[in-house]
């Protein structure tokens, strides 16, 4: 019992040590990394849709397998890829937001469910809704 403890401690600290390098540790397995794990869309006008496109890579050494896509809400929609992404590979999940009855600061989150070693992912879309302008009754026509 005392050999398992000390291996683990010393597993531990080559892990500690190694990550002080300011390089992630990627256990082995499948890993997902975005390159932008957040977007903002700014100002928008309500009942706009807007969409972005998250980009990732398989950076682990085994095939990567998204699950499910979870948003916070049903304006939110999303799409990802249904087949294994395999090491190295990239691939996308696009995001759709529809403001419509909406105002106001809009952070939504969304949750990738997949057999990476970092399950799960989350990333998000950020945005301020705001009314849209309206024309006083007996102008602009």
Same mark, same amino acid.
């Given at each position: 019992?005392?050999?398992?403890?000390?291996?683990?401690?010393?597993?531990?600290?080559?892990?500690?040590?190694?990550?002080?390098?300011?390089?992630?540790? #990627?256990?082995?397995?499948? =890993?997902?990394?975005?390159?932008?794990?957040?977007?903002?869309?700014?100002?928008? *006008?309500?009942?706009?849709?807007?969409?972005? *496109?998250?980009?990732?890579?398989?950076?682990?050494?085994?095939?990567?397998? #998204?699950?499910?896509?979870?948003? *916070? /809400?049903? /304006?939110?929609?999303?799409?990802?890829?249904?087949?294994?992404?395999?090491?190295?590979?990239?691939?996308? #999940?696009?995001?759709?937001?529809?403001?419509?009855?909406?105002?106001? =600061?809009?952070?939504?989150?969304?949750?990738?469910?997949?057999?990476?070693?970092?399950?799960?992912?989350?990333?998000?879309?950020?945005?301020?809704?705001?009314?849209?302008?309206?024309?006083?009754?007996?102008?602009?026509?």
């Amino acid at each position: 019992m005392k050999k398992i403890f000390l291996a683990l401690t010393l597993a531990l600290g080559l892990t500690y040590a190694q990550a002080q390098d300011g390089q992630e540790i #990627i256990p082995p397995g499948p =890993h997902i990394n975005f390159v932008n794990s957040s977007y903002d869309f700014g100002d928008i *006008t309500q009942g706009d849709k807007v969409a972005y *496109t998250f980009e990732f890579t398989n950076d682990g050494d085994a095939p990567l397998v #998204i699950s499910n896509v979870r948003t *916070t /809400c049903g /304006c939110t929609a999303s799409n990802w890829p249904r087949e294994a992404i395999a090491p190295g590979e990239s691939s996308k #999940i696009d995001v759709t937001f529809n403001s419509r009855g909406k105002i106001g =600061h809009q952070n939504k989150v969304i949750t990738i469910m997949s057999n990476a070693s970092n399950n799960p992912e989350r990333v998000k879309i950020v945005t301020n809704v705001l009314l849209p302008e309206t024309t006083p009754e007996g102008e602009g026509s």
